[in-house]
Antibody, heavy 125, light 106 residues
């Protein structure tokens, strides 16, 4: 079964740090780009960061730039999100998601086709 | 960054209704658009990619259309399990999401 399982969410004080992990199973992890997306309580989806299958290309949303770092370890089938200088507004469920590559008549399209169940980060004193 | 604006933000409908949700991009994104469904407490689920291609396993009552700056998600005959929040996402550049459309039972 294709699966992503996040962990590492916790209650942390403002200014603190957390490292989220996402372990993949059921597919060849090293073939896929991976993403982190979060959702604050009662809010919409907020893409944070993407890492290429090899780990060499990384993108961040403005909301993540400078404080969050994405990385991956293909030997461990895992992607990580290091979060520093956490703020109350970082309180959210954090999802990892796989980027599937679709080829339609020679044109390549990506979408996030597999998602984990999420891990909850609460930033509060 | 490319901005996506969904309309409406809230929609009340009944089982059997035909429902359409619109997603507008601030600049042209060809067909690099996906639609997701999310139910409370659950992760999002991919419905449509490349603007109009149905993901495997998604019921055929869902369809997508559009290109460049205007896209639609249509549910041809609403079923009880379709009440959820729907998001569009552009994948032309940084993969940001629209703000969501909450579909509720009338």
């Amino acid at each position: 079964e294709v699966q992503l399982v996040e962990s590492g969410g916790n209650l942390v004080q403002p200014g603190g740090s957390l490292r989220l992990s996402c372990v993949a199973s059921g597919f060849t992890f090293s073939n896929y780009n991976m993403n982190w997306v979060r959702q604050a309580p009662e809010k919409g989806l907020d893409w944070l960061s993407s890492v290429s299958y090899s780990g060499t290309t990384i993108y961040y949303a403005d909301s993540a730039k400078g404080r969050f770092t994405i990385s991956r370890d293909n030997a461990k089938n895992s992607v990580y999100l290091q979060m520093n200088s956490l703020r109350a507004e970082d309180t959210a469920v954090y999802y990892c998601a796989r980027s599937e590559r679709f080829n339609i008549r020679g044109q390549i399209y990506y979408s996030m086709d597999v998602w984990g169940k999420g891990t909850t980060v609460t930033v509060s004193s | 960054d490319i901005q996506l604006t969904q309309s409406p933000s809230f929609l009340s409908a009944s089982v059997g209704d035909r429902v359409t949700i619109t997603c507008r991009a601030s600049q042209g994104i060809s067909s690099y658009l996906a639609w997701y469904q999310q139910k409370p407490g659950k992760a999002p689920n991919l419905l449509i990619y490349a603007a109009s291609t149905l993901q495997t396993g998604v019921p055929s009552r869902f369809s997508g259309s559009g290109s460049e700056t205007e896209f639609t998600l249509t549910i041809s005959s609403l079923q009880p399990e379709d009440f959820a929040t729907y998001y569009c996402q552009q994948l032309n550049s940084y993969p940001h999401f629209g703000q969501g459309t909450r579909l509720e039972s009338k």
